[in-house]
């Protein structure tokens, strides 16, 4: 729910609504949720939506190993500012596990309960990471279909969860099993739904430059703009007076505030956006959002920006 502390109709002379911007500005300031396939690393991945779309910059969210495919959310150029973003989100997958014997379900679905709640792991040999345990959360774990020792897992974990290791420990508690085949499903509040393969950005986009028609809504269905990377993060509503300040880096004050969403909380990230939903940038909530109507001075120590300066002029609204 919101909390409102002021109104105000922002000025349509100034900014753009973010579904009405140019698709190059899409393409250099947006999100592609892409559907990775089995064989490139995450990295290889990035590069080649690099190559497709010309930008310079790209960075994705949530390593997959090579064998493993789904959802990988891309960040674009200068949309790379907003991977703090994108970082620590949950993940679900469905995994194909093959038992080394014959188990029941009944038993099956007890060692799989278990395992949901906070569990440790030691991270594998070939992971980037220090191999020392470290605790995850598996929010949920479920039995999805059985067929002869061969199971299909619906898994939702925390990020960092690793889950053939997970699969490892669950073997060992019914005689062993390995996983056969992983695929994500979603990050956080992006679904596979909206992943696309590195074809239908490749044909869009040349579909587009080529001026067919309906090409550009379907590269805009395809590149979301970068409010995409933010839908989950809590916001705050700036005056428009206010926007100038923060493209500059200075802290936000109360008194820029319209409204905010009252999930902020002390010191968690905070999405800075105008009345017209524009994201300004992020920063870092210095007050609960209950306590804003008591809170004097700044509100959000400013961490990255994103507009462009000079899209709004310094004294907007201001007589």
Known sequence: ????????????????????????????????????????????????????????????????????????????????????????????????????KEVGKKNLKEVCEQFVGTITQKPPVRSAVRRVKRKRVVYSLNIVDIAGRDVVLDVCCEAGTYIRKLVHQIGQKIGGAHMVELRRIAVGPYKEQQAHTFQDLKDAFEFYKAGVQGAEEKLRQLVLPVEAAVDHIP???????????????????????????????KDGLVAIVTGKGELVALGIATANAEDAKKTKGILVKTDRVIMNQGTYPRNIGRE
């Not at 493993?68 to 960040?75: K, Y």
């Not at 428009?240 to 505030?257: E, R």
Request: charged share 20%.
């Open 1 to 100: 729910m919101w909390i409102t502390l002021r109104e105000e109709v922002s000025d349509p002379a100034f900014g753009g609504y973010p579904g009405s911007r140019a698709v190059e500005e899409l393409i250099h300031n947006g999100l592609f949720v892409l559907d990775k396939p089995c064989g490139p690393t995450s990295r290889e991945c990035v590069s080649w939506v690099k190559k497709i779309l010309g930008v310079a910059k790209a960075g994705h969210s949530g390593t997959l190993d090579p064998r493993v495919t789904g959802v990988l959310p891309v960040a674009l150029d200068k949309a790379t500012k907003v991977m703090p973003a994108l970082q620590g989100l949950s993940k679900r997958y469905i995994a194909v596990v093959r038992l080394h």
């Open 235 to 265: 916001k705050l509503v700036i005056k428009d007076s206010a926007v100038f300040s923060v493209c500059n880096g200075s802290p936000l004050y109360i008194g820029g505030v319209c409204k905010l969403e009252d999930t902020i909380k």
